[in-house]
């Protein structure tokens, strides 16, 4: 790099311009847009580090007028309104270069252009190298030895830099000249002029041969092409005006004081990382560089600890604890049958922080020493604080200990304040909630744990602030020992009934793949789409439907959109759905079978935005049944021990009886309370015939309507499902409404709320925000509409289930019963029932389930068992 020094000039409107329509819309917890906030300083941060410039400036454009529509009332008209999206985030951009200490030039009656035009002249002036970094292209004219322009590519990901040379060996104009190509050809997006009938092409061929615009008006006659002579003859005038148009001043009457618009190395640090914090941008937390200030600060927030290293210290801790303590566990594998334990457990008690190095202890002696912790974690008068505390839960129960007493979980809280985040680790919530930044060394975990008694609080009071007391107190936190116990008693695999399946699944495979070869009328490899594109759309001539950069896309939407056109549509989405049953469920379950004969899934709560539990390792909520041999697989499950059966219960049609319950629709509360079913209702009323001469069709097309009302379905989507014309689909979903009339109003009053709040909410109070719902584009501003809609239902089922699985198991607990609760999948319970205790479990579980929460309908559970997981459905 130059020893010279360096001026940074930054084209604010175009680089949030660009920022915004590359990156996916992204909102913070208050339902502020940031994604253009996000990806401008994204951007700032990397060419600050590149560059390390002496000098950051970024220019902005003002709404008054410019001179430019002083002189062309039309100068940029037409243009679209900026959306309300990108618009909120500017004054966001701007506090943040304030706090970043970088000065802003923008004026009334001059373009952001010219100011850059302006600056960068002084520099050059001044002999500074300067970088302009911006997406517009109009800013190549001021490229020269010494002014560098940086376009920004692809969105903001890519970059071009051009000097003086690079335009003249790229495009063969200087950049002076290549005002006169824009004058020439003019700009749609500026709504500049030009000349008629010469484009870009024309335009770079006469200022290459000519010079300049005035050379080429001067030898009109020299030039080829009667249209292209009629053309700069007749608008000479405005070939010349086009170009004084786009022209970028240099001049501007700006004070600038290089001086005072020198790099800082003091800048509001503590107000930029609190704006990262609330803006949640924590990946460029850790990009901002420290000052000495923050260093020092830094050093303050460590803390003191003791180092429990040996039984004797540990026994000592143990007598000195008898009041609420603050627990971290760090360094874990959560696989319960794993031979790794906790490696340490922090501490704080009364303001004592302890770290306790648990294997050193261990090794020291174990029976001691887990005599000791049992003093203290299944002591019911020592409450706990926890992070996350299912994996404690989980671990200390490798270890024969019961952790009692759990009065609250931070990362549970944090996730039902907002279900939207990605994060909930305790160093995020902390940065997040007390505006303390910390980093991930052993110490700073101390720390952490320290102030995990003011997370706490601040959370516990956003939760009575939420009105949410309930779905956290008698829900998501017992839940969290439901979910451990779960994860500890695993579900039994049958290795021989695996193997047998994975040969079913390969003949079929084998047989499928043969099928597809006859339709194609030869042999390919059906895996990869680029072999399957040139099948489908150049030897089949199937429809196009979407390219992509490689070739012709062949994904689930585009094979669901040719299902119609050919029947080997139809074999290849039941090959992929039987190549990814056998992959994912037959390989992938022999992976993860424990020395116990039993895979031990990972349930998770903190993962959808609805409320509903999700598994990992494997999703055992996500085996698709819509082929039977996606059921076999369900075969293998059997039960734990010899003399258990395997015992379901599962919610009839629950989301509807929610939507009865939420919307208050007599007609549809009617037909639950009298047990009719609900389909066959709904194809009388919709297809106006007497209950008994509905078909099967008209049933299984009501039941389509049913659950997509549920969904927002409109007549396009309602139409493709049921390969009816809009016209009818439209005609359904009409009549729906005029007979279920408050179902009507009921989404139309929670799109409002929704519009209003930003939020929508269930039964028990559990949130969900919807930004998407305030969105300027048609779709996104749809989708919200759908998801406000959807939410509370879905959401109030997850409530449902979530307070049946507690009550469950504590109904089995109390009872003393070796029978297990083990699954839960959607909106179904699976136990591992004695076969002795089989009675009176099942008039628990379908008590529990139907009396959990009284509701204007019915909750109706059907009950069934079987030797596995098959046969109990």
């Given at each position: 790099m130059s020893t010279k020094e360096v001026m940074l000039i930054l084209d604010g409107n175009s680089l949030m311009n660009r920022a915004f329509y590359a990156l996916p819309l992204l909102t913070n917890n208050e339902g502020l847009h940031t994604n253009a906030i996000y990806g401008f300083t994204n951007m700032l941060l990397k060419m600050k580090e590149e560059l390390t410039p002496n000098y950051v400036v970024c220019t902005f454009d003002r709404s008054a007028p410019t001179f430019r529509h002083n002189e062309y009332e039309d100068y940029k008209a037409g243009r679209k309104k900026m959306p309300p999206e990108l618009r909120e985030q500017f004054p966001v951009v701007k506090d943040l270069l304030s706090k970043l200490a970088i000065d802003i030039f923008e004026i009334d009656g001059f373009e952001a252009d010219d100011l850059i035009g302006t600056l960068s002249k002084v520099a050059e002036e001044h002999d500074i190298e300067t970088y302009i970094v911006t997406g517009d292209k109009d800013a190549l004219q001021l490229a020269s030895d010494k002014t560098k322009v940086v376009l920004t590519k692809k969105g903001i990901t890519e970059k071009e830099i051009y000097d003086g040379n690079r335009m003249i060996e790229e495009m063969g104009v200087t950049p002076t000249q290549f005002i006169d190509v824009k004058g020439l050809m003019g700009d749609p997006s500026d709504n500049i002029p030009g000349v008629p009938g010469v484009g870009e092409k024309t335009a770079f061929k006469l200022i290459k041969e000519y010079g300049s615009i005035e050379n080429v008006l001067e030898n009109i006659d020299n030039i080829s092409g009667k249209k292209v002579k009629e053309n700069l003859f007749e608008n000479r005038e405005q070939a010349i005006f086009s170009k004084r148009l786009a022209t970028i001043m240099r001049d501007v009457p700006v004070d600038i004081d290089l001086e005072s618009i020198k790099s800082k190395d003091n800048y509001d640090e503590e107000g930029v990382r609190r704006l990262f914090i609330d803006l949640q941008f924590k990946s460029l937390l850790d990009r901002m560089p420290k000052s000495n200030e923050s260093i020092e600060k830094e050093e303050k927030l460590k803390v003191d600890y003791i180092v429990v290293d040996n039984v004797n210290k540990l026994k000592d801790l143990c007598q000195s604890i008898n009041e609420e303590i603050f627990i971290t566990f760090k360094n874990v594998n959560e696989n319960v049958f794993s031979k790794s334990l906790i490696e340490n457990i922090y501490l704080n008690n009364k303001d004592n922080n302890y770290l306790i190095n648990l294997r050193s202890i261990l090794e020291?002696?174990?029976?001691?020493?887990?005599?000791?912790?049992?003093?203290?974690?299944?002591?019911?008068?020592?409450?706990?604080?926890?992070?996350?505390?299912?994996?404690?839960?989980?671990?200390?129960?490798?270890?024969?200990?019961?952790?009692?007493?759990?009065?609250?979980?931070?990362?549970?809280?944090?996730?039902?304040?907002?279900?939207?985040?990605?994060?909930?680790?305790?160093?995020?919530?902390?940065?997040?909630?007390?505006?303390?930044?910390?980093?991930?060394?052993?110490?700073?975990?101390?720390?952490?744990?320290?102030?995990?008694?003011?997370?706490?609080?601040?959370?516990?009071?956003?939760?009575?602030?939420?009105?949410?007391?309930?779905?956290?107190?008698?829900?998501?936190?017992?839940?969290?020992?439901?979910?451990?116990?779960?994860?500890?008693?695993?579900?039994?695999?049958?290795?021989?009934?695996?193997?047998?399946?994975?040969?079913?699944?390969?003949?079929?495979?084998?047989?499928?793949?043969?099928?597809?070869?006859?339709?194609?009328?030869?042999?390919?490899?059906?895996?990869?789409?680029?072999?399957?594109?040139?099948?489908?759309?150049?030897?089949?001539?199937?429809?196009?439907?979407?390219?992509?950069?490689?070739?012709?896309?062949?994904?689930?939407?585009?094979?669901?959109?040719?299902?119609?056109?050919?029947?080997?549509?139809?074999?290849?989405?039941?090959?992929?759905?039987?190549?990814?049953?056998?992959?994912?469920?037959?390989?992938?379950?022999?992976?993860?079978?424990?020395?116990?004969?039993?895979?031990?899934?990972?349930?998770?709560?903190?993962?959808?935005?609805?409320?509903?539990?999700?598994?990992?390792?494997?999703?055992?909520?996500?085996?698709?049944?819509?082929?039977?041999?996606?059921?076999?697989?369900?075969?293998?499950?059997?039960?734990?021990?010899?003399?258990?059966?395997?015992?379901?219960?599962?919610?009839?049609?629950?989301?509807?009886?929610?939507?009865?319950?939420?919307?208050?629709?007599?007609?549809?509360?009617?037909?639950?309370?009298?047990?009719?079913?609900?389909?066959?209702?709904?194809?009388?009323?919709?297809?106006?015939?007497?209950?008994?001469?509905?078909?099967?069709?008209?049933?299984?097309?009501?039941?389509?309507?049913?659950?997509?009302?549920?969904?927002?379905?409109?007549?396009?989507?309602?139409?493709?499902?049921?390969?009816?014309?809009?016209?009818?689909?439209?005609?359904?979903?009409?009549?729906?409404?005029?007979?279920?009339?408050?179902?009507?109003?009921?989404?139309?009053?929670?799109?409002?709320?929704?519009?209003?709040?930003?939020?929508?909410?269930?039964?028990?109070?559990?949130?969900?925000?919807?930004?998407?719902?305030?969105?300027?584009?048609?779709?996104?501003?749809?989708?919200?509409?759908?998801?406000?809609?959807?939410?509370?239902?879905?959401?109030?089922?997850?409530?449902?289930?979530?307070?049946?699985?507690?009550?469950?198991?504590?109904?089995?607990?109390?009872?003393?019963?070796?029978?297990?609760?083990?699954?839960?999948?959607?909106?179904?319970?699976?136990?591992?029932?004695?076969?002795?205790?089989?009675?009176?479990v099942r008039s628990l579980l379908k008590e529990s389930m139907e009396n959990i929460i009284k509701l204007n309908v019915p909750l109706e559970v059907d009950i069934d068992e079987g030797e596995n997981w098959y046969e109990a459905k």
């Open positions: 020291e002696d174990d029976k001691t020493s887990i005599e000791c912790l049992k003093k203290i974690f299944e002591n019911e008068e020592i409450k706990k604080v926890c992070h996350d505390v299912k994996v404690p839960y989980t671990i200390l129960y490798k270890m024969g200990i019961d952790l009692k007493s759990v009065i609250f979980d931070t990362k549970i809280a944090a996730y039902l304040v907002d279900s939207s985040r990605g994060d909930y680790e305790l160093n995020t919530l902390i940065r997040e909630y007390l505006k303390i930044v910390i980093n991930n060394d052993e110490e700073d975990m101390i720390t952490e744990t320290s102030l995990l008694k003011d997370l706490y609080n601040e959370l516990n009071l956003q939760i009575k602030n939420l009105n949410m007391e309930k779905l956290y107190y008698e829900v998501e936190l017992p839940l969290t020992k439901v979910l451990a116990s779960m994860e500890i008693e695993g579900f039994r695999v049958d290795k021989e009934a695996l193997t047998h399946i994975g040969d079913k699944f390969s003949i079929e495979i084998e047989k499928i793949q043969k099928e597809i070869y006859n339709l194609a009328d030869e042999e390919f490899n059906v895996n990869s789409p680029k072999q399957l594109g040139k099948i489908l759309f150049e030897k089949l001539d199937l429809p196009v439907i979407k390219k992509t950069k490689t070739g012709y896309s062949t994904n689930a939407e585009v094979l669901a959109e040719l299902e119609d056109k050919h029947p080997i549509i139809e074999k290849v989405i039941y090959y992929r759905q039987l190549a990814k049953l056998y992959s994912t469920y037959v390989e992938g379950l022999k992976n993860v079978i424990d020395e116990d004969g039993r895979i031990h899934s990972s349930f998770n709560q903190t993962v959808t935005t609805t409320g509903r539990l999700s598994s990992t390792e494997p999703n055992l909520q996500n085996i698709p049944i819509k082929y039977e041999m996606g059921k076999e697989i369900r075969k293998v499950f059997v039960p734990n021990d010899d003399g258990c059966v395997i015992l379901s219960g599962d919610y009839s049609q629950i989301e509807l009886r929610v939507l009865a319950h939420i919307a208050g629709d007599e007609s549809m509360i009617d037909a639950f309370k009298h047990h009719t079913d609900i389909h066959t209702k709904t194809a009388s009323e919709v297809f106006k015939v007497p209950l008994d001469q509905v078909t099967s069709v008209m049933r299984s097309n009501a039941k389509a309507v049913n659950f997509g009302i549920v969904y927002g379905i409109g007549d396009f989507s309602l139409a493709k499902d049921l390969h009816i014309s809009r016209k009818e689909a439209k005609e359904y979903i009409d009549t729906y409404f005029e007979r279920y009339p408050n179902v009507k109003k009921y989404m139309d009053d929670t799109i409002e709320k929704a519009k209003k709040d930003m939020y929508v909410t269930t039964i028990l109070n559990r949130r969900r925000f919807i930004p998407e719902i305030l969105n300027s584009k048609k779709m996104v501003k749809a989708f919200g509409e759908r998801l406000a809609m959807n939410s509370p239902i879905q959401g109030s089922a997850a409530d449902i289930i979530k307070m049946a699985m507690v009550n469950v198991y504590n109904e089995l607990e109390n009872r003393e019963l070796k029978s297990t609760l083990i699954l839960q999948v959607h909106d179904e319970l699976i136990l591992n029932v004695y076969k002795d205790e089989l009675n009176e």
